[in-house]
């Protein structure tokens, strides 16, 4: 957090107890939630607000505990979070109004791609579409309805082809950087997007290839037929919303601010929309004909990102709470005494806690935002760190088992899309335990450990620390 704890101390009864209450009080209501099947980002918003409400009658001083929230609402990282969003949720609502899934239809389906070709091909498309929109969520309601049933009918596996789209939807999540994962993992741990993205790029890359060569050589078998309905979803048109996506990810990693390289890509994908004709001005923002309706994707995107930012608001509000109250610094000092006594052991460290955090919460960048700034923060800067290393071991750590669970919500969304779509053409679709076989997410686990271990794409802030730090991997 951007307080620092001398500067504030919240005296609370009960000692370490009274100050995990909050904490107690937020992962419960979200594992209630989340195992029920009710797991969101607004339904989440009661948890944070009771979450509040219980800490506040353990602190000692009453006034002092809610000048701690506000310090965590205000927080400068979670307002940099917080506007990042805006402009990605719109830019994401932009990519799918321009036609980008027809397009990636189109390149899927003009190759002439079957059987296992094509599941790769699914992969790829998923890759893309989360790439440019940013939301994993979104991929899987996208591409599912069209990809699912065309790879079907192409003699994809049915397991295979389904948990392809789950891969890729991980892949982008875990890389892109409009992704809500990777705008929280650079911030908290005061990173640039552009050595995040940099530095993420071989470890996703290295797990999105043992995945292919898994999609390459489990994604066929099956029966090849005709594919009823889909061709009018087909639009070669679609697949220029790409430059977009270039755009955004070129200006990032060119230097410049996430927000002013979204802004650019915002500009870009209404442009390329408007002039394929995919798009027209008054889709993206036009006098609605009746109050109540909406002005067009502008507000929508925004719309859309409301309950992630508000939520993220009560999660930085408790955090601040634990940092202020010791409870970290207690949690920091136990593990640096018993645990962490080397930078590898350090690096475990942040991916186990990582996982730890996202396992019981249906939505990933909560969890970051909850062990980023208090836990994975201090951790790394033990030994030194890059601050886009620890952004990545984060981010790469909260896309692994995450993405298997199926009370999380973006496997629910993934596999109610994959049903769906499978009742509309009469096909077989696999159980949703097919989540916990998702390629990319396990093989992402193994080259996170890899690299943690071995010291592969380790890097520290100075050279200087880096030769200090070496005889401790």
């Known amino acids: 957090m951007e307080n620092s704890t001398e500067e504030h101390h919240l005296e609370l009864y009960g000692g370490i107890w009274g100050g995990l209450v909050p904490l107690i009080v937020l992962v419960g209501g979200l594992i209630w939630l989340s195992v029920a099947g009710m797991g969101g980002t607004k339904p989440f918003w009661a948890c944070g607000w009771m979450a509040i409400v219980a800490g506040m009658f353990f602190a000692k001083d009453k006034k002092d505990y809610c000048q701690s929230i506000m310090r965590g609402i205000g927080d400068k990282t979670g307002i940099v979070i917080i506007t990042a969003w805006l402009f990605a949720g719109v830019f994401g609502k932009l990519m799918v109004g321009g036609g980008l899934v027809k397009g990636l239809l189109w390149l899927g389906t003009?190759?002439?791609?079957?059987?296992?070709?094509?599941?790769?091909?699914?992969?790829?498309?998923?890759?893309?579409?989360?790439?440019?929109?940013?939301?994993?969520?979104?991929?899987?309601?996208?591409?599912?309805?069209?990809?699912?049933?065309?790879?079907?009918?192409?003699?994809?596996?049915?397991?295979?082809?389904?948990?392809?789209?789950?891969?890729?939807?991980?892949?982008?999540?875990?890389?892109?950087?409009?992704?809500?994962?990777?705008?929280?993992?650079?911030?908290?741990?005061?990173?640039?997007m552009r050595d995040v993205v940099r530095s993420r790029f071989p470890l996703a890359m290295a797990a999105a290839t043992i995945t292919a060569v898994i999609l390459l050589t489990f994604g066929g078998g099956g029966e090849t037929s005709s594919l009823p309905d889909l061709q009018a979803q087909v639009d070669p048109s679609g697949a220029f919303m790409l430059i977009?996506?270039?755009?955004?990810?070129?200006?990032?990693?060119?230097?410049?601010?996430?927000?002013e390289s979204l802004i650019y890509g915002n500009?870009?994908?209404?442009?390329?929309?408007?002039?394929?004709?995919?798009?027209?001005?008054?889709?993206?923002?036009?006098?609605?004909?009746?109050?109540?309706?909406?002005?067009?994707?502008?507000q929508n995107g925004i719309n859309g990102v409301v309950g992630a930012i508000i939520f993220a608001l009560l999660i930085l509000a408790v955090t601040q709470v634990l940092v202020e109250s010791g409870i970290m610094t207690k949690i920091l000092k136990f593990a640096e005494k018993f645990i962490i006594n080397t930078v590898r052991q350090a690096e475990l460290s942040i991916i186990g806690v990582t996982i730890l955090a996202s396992i019981p919460i249906s939505a990933n960048a909560p969890a970051e935002l909850l062990v980023g700034p208090s836990l994975v923060k201090p951790i790394g800067g033990k030994f030194?760190?890059?601050?886009?290393?620890?952004?990545?071991?984060?981010?790469c750590a909260v896309c692994t088992v995450f993405f298997t669970l199926p009370w999380h919500i973006v496997v629910a969304v993934w596999?109610?899309?994959v049903v769906s779509s499978s009742e509309a053409f009469h096909i077989v679709a696999p159980p949703i335990t097919t989540a916990l076989y998702n390629p990319y997410s396990w093989a992402l686990l193994c080259v996170l450990i890899f690299s943690a271990i071995t010291g592969w794409n380790r890097k520290y802030e100075t050279a200087d620390a880096q030769n200090g730090n070496d005889f401790q991997a």
Request: proline content about 4%; charged content about 5%; hydrophobic content about 50%.
């Open 110 to 192: 003009s190759t002439g791609a079957q059987g296992s070709i094509f599941t790769l091909c699914v992969f790829i498309a998923a890759m893309l579409f989360a790439l440019g929109t940013g939301t994993s969520t979104g991929t899987c309601i996208a591409l599912t309805p069209v990809l699912y049933p065309a790879g079907y009918f192409l003699g994809a596996d049915p397991a295979f082809l389904a948990v392809a789209i789950l891969s890729g939807a991980a892949f982008g999540d875990n890389l892109a950087p409009i992704s809500d994962t990777t705008i929280v993992s650079a911030f908290t741990q005061g990173a640039t």
């Open 244 to 259: 977009a996506l270039g755009v955004v990810v070129a200006s990032a990693l060119s230097g410049r601010h996430i927000i």
């Open 267 to 298: 500009i870009s994908a209404a442009i390329i929309g408007v002039v394929t004709g995919n798009m027209a001005l008054t889709d993206i923002f036009g006098i609605p004909s009746q109050r109540g309706v909406s002005t067009g994707i502008i």
């Open 384 to 395: 030194n760190l890059a601050p886009a290393r620890k952004a990545n071991l984060m981010d």
């Open 415 to 417: 596999y109610a899309a």
